[in-house]
């Protein structure tokens, strides 16, 4: 297959769209991610996502919804309902004046509901569960080409499963070229890293299943409620309730070791080197400065993901950096330090992600 390679204009955003309402799939910019879209409706789309990634049954996919859904003159979940993406029990929950309060706030953006599924939405993308998750990207060009046609999209991200996640077109090149139809061009990716996944139950539950740059305390503010956050890692061919979950994920080619908090570098990382059996040059990537001469002293070079420690610079620059040190040949392995508050938020998600992807998980729950 030849993969087209879109411009982010008018004829760009149309040729995207016109392969998806083909049943082609496309890789779409949003917000956090690249994603590779399919339309969620149609299960032979969907199982092109699944081949094109080479992504296993037991993993959901999200579906993208049209802005044009808060504008439903009677609320977001009546438009999901009649659209057939959410299930119309939802509609005699309690809390569902809460639920789409918190839609109209948080949407567009990089939260995704996971709530009961609707019927026009296959098995194929929820992985066979009676919940789907759902999301509207604010991303310019993914709204457009939503605007152009008349289904949900199924996007998870543009790459081979449990790779690095693509930030930028060039990326999804690396990954997927001749394996699916188009890629939309719409630049570097702003946030970097997937959405917030939560799941909500009747009577309002909350979970919190994926960190990302909207935080458990963010939820907690506007819900009112306590938000409990999901504690272990997924395991291999079991349904996921939500995407990203697995205990390996995320992932470079090359070993990633994860420097766990409170950690001596010049005492404790040799022996911890030593201990995963690793050898070879090491590129450590920094969420900030380490002191260089430590660095030659370990033959390695140091990697920052942001010299202002601005939590947004280092998620936008994560995947983008670890793609990067991937592709090296003279790097043997990565080495990952935390952020210093990894709780909340971004730095939740940065360490979420370099947890998934490293190979000793010192986060493990």
């Known amino acids: 297959m030849n993969t087209l390679f879109l411009k982010a204009d008018s004829a760009g955003v149309k040729s995207a769209a016109d392969l ?167 630049g570097p990716c702003s946030v970097g890293v997937e959405s917030s996944i939560i799941s909500i139950l009747n009577p309002l539950k909350i979970t919190l299943l994926r960190p990302g740059k909207v935080s458990k305390v963010e939820l907690e503010e506007y819900f009112q409620v306590p938000v409990g956050v999901q504690q272990t890692l997924g395991e291999q061919n079991q349904a996921q309730l939500a995407p990203g979950m697995l205990d390996q994920h995320y992932a470079p080619k090359k070993p990633l070791l994860l420097i766990p908090e409170p950690f001596d570098l010049a005492k404790d990382l040799p022996v911890q080197i030593k201990v995963a059996n690793l050898s070879g040059k090491a590129a450590f990537l920094s969420q900030g400065p380490i002191p260089s001469e430590l660095i030659a002293a370990l033959n390695g070079e140091v990697h920052v993901l942001s010299s202002s420690s601005s939590l947004d610079e280092a998620a936008q620059n994560l995947f983008s950096e670890m793609r990067k040190l991937d592709e090296r040949e003279d790097i043997h392995f990565i080495v990952a330090d935390l952020p210093t508050e990894h709780s909340s938020g971004l730095a939740a998600a940065i360490a979420d992600r370099l947890n998934r992807a490293s190979i000793n998980k010192p986060l493990r729950k």
């Open 20 to 186: 998806l309402a083909n049943g082609e799939v496309v890789a779409l910019p949003t917000e956090t991610v690249y994603g590779l879209a399919g339309d969620a409706t149609l299960e032979s789309s969907v199982h092109k996502i699944f081949a094109a990634k080479e992504r296993p049954s037991f993993d959901p996919l999200i579906v993208h919804v049209s802005s044009e859904i808060l504008k439903h003159p009677n609320g977001p979940l009546k438009a999901l309902v009649n659209q057939g993406i959410l299930d119309s029990s939802i509609l005699t929950w309690p809390h569902k004046e809460s639920i789409e309060k918190s839609m109209s706030h948080f949407w567009p953006g990089p939260l995704t509901y996971v709530l009961p599924r609707g019927s026009r939405i296959p098995g194929a993308v929820t992985s066979g569960q009676s919940t789907v998750g759902i999301r509207m990207p604010s991303h310019p060009l993914f709204q457009a080409v939503l605007r152009q046609i008349s289904f949900p999209l199924a996007a998870p991200s543009a790459n081979r499963f449990g790779r690095i996640s693509p930030t930028t077109a060039e990326h999804v090149k690396a990954e997927l070229q001749n394996r699916i139809a188009g890629i939309l061009d719409g």
